[in-house]
């Protein structure tokens, strides 16, 4: 199996998306990737604003 690589745009996105949806599976579904891969982008989303935060 050939491993997808997602541009941080396609990413960006699929998280903004994902915070006015209220059906995620519906949302992955649409985007071809897996549920469990937007909940970890939202995850990752969140400790790098965290991050930019912390330095300001």
Known sequence: MKKRFYSKEFK???????????NIKELANELGVKVDRIYRWRKLDDEERGSENLLK
């Open 12 to 22: 960006s996105e699929a998280v903004r998306l994902s915070y006015q949806r209220e």
